[in-house]
């Protein structure tokens, strides 16, 4: 069973290097400049991971921080999710820019059957359930 995280343990990189791994599974140690410079170190591998991501989300839980351990738990979801939809979704979020709630309600649905993002999926639709009272929905732009 693994220990959990505590604010003890961050900064990751610092004080847990040793949980600190790229998509490939490298080490934060074999991230170096003569790796770089060698061609052995991928784009991919100077991407945030998932994983880091819900270890942030456990020492700001164990911080008494939840709010901020939900937008890392949702941030872990959109890792693999294609900048062009994140932004496309972005920019439905903003008042006024989304037709109606049926375009939330699709966006939240591409998440959650392509991507598998549950959490951000919700998110938007209560995004959706929010917005439409409020008449943040009216096409204005």
């Known amino acids: 069973m693994t220990k959990k995280l505590t604010t003890a343990d961050y900064p ?3 004080k847990r290097p040793d949980l ?6 490298r080490k934060l140690e074999e991230l170096t400049l003569d790796a770089l410079e060698a061609g052995s170190v991928a784009r991919e591998d100077l991407r945030i991971t998932p994983e880091a991501l819900r270890q942030q989300a456990e020492i700001a ?24 939809i994140i932004l496309n979704i972005y920019e439905l979020l903003r008042p006024g820019r989304a037709k ?8 939240a ?7 598998k993002a549950e959490q951000m999926a919700a998110f938007i639709e209560e995004a959706a ?3 439409e009272p409020r008449g943040l929905l009216s096409k204005r732009f």
């Open 12 to 14: 990751l990189a610092e």
């Open 20 to 25: 600190v791994r790229t998509r490939s599974g």
């Open 61 to 84: 839980l164990a911080a008494g921080r939840p709010t901020l351990a939900r937008n890392f738990e949702r941030a872990a979801e959109l890792v693999d999710v294609p900048q062009d």
């Open 100 to 107: 109606g709630k049926a375009d939330l309600l699709d966006a």
């Open 109 to 115: 649905r591409l998440l959650r059957e392509t991507y």
């Open 129 to 131: 359930q929010v917005y």
